[in-house]
């Protein structure tokens, strides 16, 4: 009975590399079959599914061996649905002298990425991406095809009497937006407008008017100083 020689057809899948990137680049995935005695040559074809699918990826399905180096090939190229655990079945059709066979193969599919940069005018405000804070310039990866989070707070205290008051991301986003992963390096920026804490205080003999709060920098602001009867104006300090 030839179906229980050590010709049986078994299947047994190799890749290069352990991972297969999802921007496309095609993985060999390669059946290999003993070669039978003469006369034992297989005819079958082998067929390629991912994980559960009951359907061949396409262009994978009856794909016919080819001898090479002793051994009988089925080799297939594809781009993964999904990323992250992948499960590759390469089942044998069987033939007249030989069993149907499979095997399966568990792969990794990485997610293609894109660098992006991200950070704050001026430099060293906190913001997040994805919910991470951050208090300096990032340069981080995305996943494609990906939504991501930026945000920042408003207003940013910085040294006593200075604070930063938030303008706009320079992609036109609110100040907490979502961002699809763009297609190629991308810089992100907050921009902040600063301003100066006013405090306006009259000494003996006078008072003075004057909106005490924060402005923004450069911006002109209007003092009154009001002597006291006896008292002459002198001067301003700070």
Do not use: K
Not at 139 to 161: D, E, F, H, K
Not at 195 to 203: E, F, K, M, S
């Amino acid at each position: 009975d030839l179906q229980n020689q050590a010709d049986l057809i078994t299947a047994a899948i190799s890749i290069p590399g352990p991972t297969i990137p999802e921007n496309g680049i095609p993985a060999n995935l390669l059946t290999l079959l003993p070669a039978g005695s003469p006369g034992l040559v297989p005819t079958g074809t082998v067929s390629f599914f991912e994980n559960n699918n009951t359907t061949a990826i396409s262009n994978c399905d009856s794909v016919p061996l080819t001898l090479n180096n002793s051994v009988y090939q089925a080799t297939c190229s594809y781009t993964p649905s999904s990323t992250g655990p992948v499960t590759i079945n390469a089942v044998y059709s069987g033939d007249a002298y030989h069993q149907i066979g499979a095997q399966a193969l568990g792969l990794t599919v990485n997610p293609q990425t894109v660098m992006v940069n991200v950070g704050t005018l001026p430099p060293g405000l906190s913001f997040s991406v994805n919910g991470m804070p951050y208090t300096s310039a990032q340069s981080l990866t995305w996943n494609a095809g990906g939504n991501n989070t930026l945000a920042t707070t408003t207003p940013q205290n910085g040294t006593p009497g200075t604070r930063y008051v938030f303008s706009s991301w320079s992609d036109g986003g609110g100040i907490s937006h979502m961002v699809a992963t763009p297609t190629s390096t991308m810089n992100y920026t907050a921009s902040f407008t600063t301003q100066y804490q006013l405090t306006a205080t009259a000494g003996a003999g006078g008072s003075v008017t004057a909106a005490n709060g924060y402005y923004n920098a450069g911006s002109p602001q209007s003092l009154m100083a009001t002597p006291a009867a006896g008292y002459n104006f002198s001067g301003w300090t700070g």
